[in-house]
């Protein structure tokens, strides 16, 4: 396993911002890329913008880990520079966070969900 420093890491804070302004920030308007406003909670998410930074970079360092620049993909014949597989990691990963917390079904994302349907209890009234 690639042993990663902190410098890899810092070497993807561009993208790590680039994807807070780019899929975070547009979900919540309480969302802003001000270091001051970092610590207000998006929505009933409950989640800030340094919990997304953070998680972020710790998605970058497990695509660090999981690189291996000896892949040689199958259908085009060629490896995979390691910024496209971060990038690719992250936009995977983000999606999946993302398609979790907005879920107005469960209560994330907007304070006008219903409780009844936020606690899951309307099918059992029926």
């Known amino acids: 396993m690639r042993k990663v420093t902190n410098a890899d890491i810092k070497k993807y804070e561009a993208m790590v911002e680039m994807y807070l ?18 610590e207000v909670q998006l929505g009933n998410s409950g989640w800030t913008m340094n919990d997304f930074r953070q998680h972020l970079k710790t998605e970058v360092l497990v695509a660090l880990q999981k690189y291996n620049p000896n892949y040689i993909s199958e259908r085009t014949g060629k490896s995979v520079k390691e910024s496209t597989f971060v990038y690719q990691h992250l936009f995977n990963r983000t999606g999946q966070l993302m398609k979790k917390l907005t879920k107005t079904r469960y209560g994330y994302g907007k304070w006008t969900s219903n409780l009844e349907e936020v606690l899951w209890e309307r099918d059992a009234e029926e």
Do not use: C, G, M, T
């Open 21 to 38: 302004q780019k899929y975070v920030q547009k979900n919540w308007n309480e969302a802003s890329l001000n270091k001051h406003d970092s």
